[in-house]
Nanobody, 126 residues
């Protein structure tokens, strides 16, 4: 069983920065960040594979967002820079369990993830 708690959302102006945090408990194969706006499908933003620290990014955020972790604190972070209005969404932290049978599927696909946090709102506007 994995439990996730996100924090760090808020309001920011275009071009600004924000850091999201995810406190994770339990054994994971990967941690991912996803976002969703009303009426649209949940979108994979970034993910990090626990065993080797390899990270993945969607093309829409690559070069602007950075995923990182603090292993000692069981924390995963998403540093978001040069934020755009289109980054506005509810952001979710999610986890693939260490023993999940589908863990080798795409780590930017929501369907790969079994565990989800409650979400945190990020609003980018002037």
């Amino acid at each position: 069983q994995v439990q996730l708690v996100e924090s760090g959302g808020g309001n920011v102006q275009p071009g600004g920065s924000l850091r999201l945090s995810c406190a994770a408990s339990g054994s994971t194969y990967a941690i991912g960040w996803f976002r969703q706006v009303p009426g649209k499908e949940r979108e994979g933003v970034s993910s990090l594979r626990s065993v080797d620290g390899i990270s993945f990014y969607s093309s829409s955020v690559k070069g602007r967002f950075t995923i990182s972790r603090d292993v000692a604190k069981n924390m995963i972070y998403l540093q978001m820079t040069n934020l755009k209005v289109e980054d506005t969404a509810v952001y979710y932290c999610a986890a693939v369990g260490a023993d999940q049978s589908n863990r080798h599927r795409s780590l930017l696909q929501p369907s790969t993830y079994l565990y989800w946090g409650q979400g945190t709102q990020v609003t980018v506007s002037s």
